[in-house]
T-cell receptor, first 113, second 116 residues
Framework: NAGVTQTPKFQVLKTGQSMTLQCAQD?????MSWYRQDPGMGLRLIHY???????DQGEVPNGYNVSRSTTEDFPLRLLSAAPSQTSVYFC????????????FGQGTRLTVV | AQKITQTQPGMFVQEKEAVTLDCTYD???????LFWYKQPSSGEMIFLIY??????QNATEGRYSLNFQKARKSANLVISASQLGDSAMYFC?????????????FGQGTILTVHP
């Protein structure tokens, strides 16, 4: 099983460019999330989905869009990249319920110049 | 809303000794889960251990145990017999039940360094 796959692993963008970070999971998990990790801080929730067609905002949603058309995929779109979005982005999935861990992708290191 | 506080930015331990990493949480939810994740220098997030709010027994997974004190709202991670490979960043996290499964709130992390 591949688990949670994120692409790309590294990306450099210019200010104002847009791009999509891809996330796919093959565990048939209903719950998927995007987090960002900045230096000296823990992970912060950007957007969240409890199933295909259902998304919700997390703690830091501004500047990001998501949609979930299938159970497997949960892409994160940066509409107009800003230097403040330089971060490491993690996608995670979980099956929900008691005592279920979140499985994380390997992360995408994004630099906006 | 949930809040996780890890007050130890860095911890040092001698190889083969035990170490406790502190975590306190603040939540108004009746049902919640507490997690510990390890992040080595390579960057991936590795799940270590879980404790449910209704679990009366402290969780254990191999060398990891979670010292859960509900009244004090603390969920400290105890690593026994530390190994050099335990050197990493450790995050405490929580989620609420129901539709908030997997919607994790993280602490700021503790960097653990294991000395030979």
């Amino acid at each position: 099983n591949a688990g949670v796959t994120q692409t790309p692993k590294f990306q450099v963008l210019k200010t104002g460019q847009s791009m999509t970070l891809q996330c796919a999971q093959d565990m048939n998990h209903e719950y998927m999330s995007w987090y960002r990790q900045d230096p000296g801080m823990g992970l912060r929730l950007i957007h969240y989905s409890v199933g295909a067609g259902i998304t919700d905002q997390g703690e830091v949603p501004n500047g990001y869009n998501v949609s979930r058309s299938t159970t497997e995929d949960f892409p994160l779109r940066l509409l107009s990249a800003a230097p403040s979005q330089t971060s490491v982005y993690f996608c995670a999935s979980s099956q929900g319920g008691v005592n279920t861990e979140a499985f994380f992708g390997q992360g995408t290191r994004l630099t906006v110049v | 809303a949930q809040k996780i506080t890890q007050t130890q930015p860095g911890m040092f331990v001698q190889e083969k000794e035990a170490v406790t990493l502190d975590c306190t949480y603040d939540t108004s939810d009746q049902s919640y889960g507490l997690f510990w994740y390890k992040q080595p220098s390579s960057g991936e997030m590795i799940f270590l251990i879980y404790q449910g709010s209704y679990d009366e027994q402290n969780a254990t997974e191999g060398r990891y145990s979670l010292n859960f004190q509900k009244a004090r709202k603390s969920a400290n991670l105890v690593i026994s017999a530390s190994q050099l490979g335990d050197s990493a960043m450790y995050f405490c996290a929580s989620d609420a039940g129901g539709t908030s499964y997997g919607k994790l709130t993280f602490g700021q992390g503790t960097i653990l360094t294991v000395h030979p």
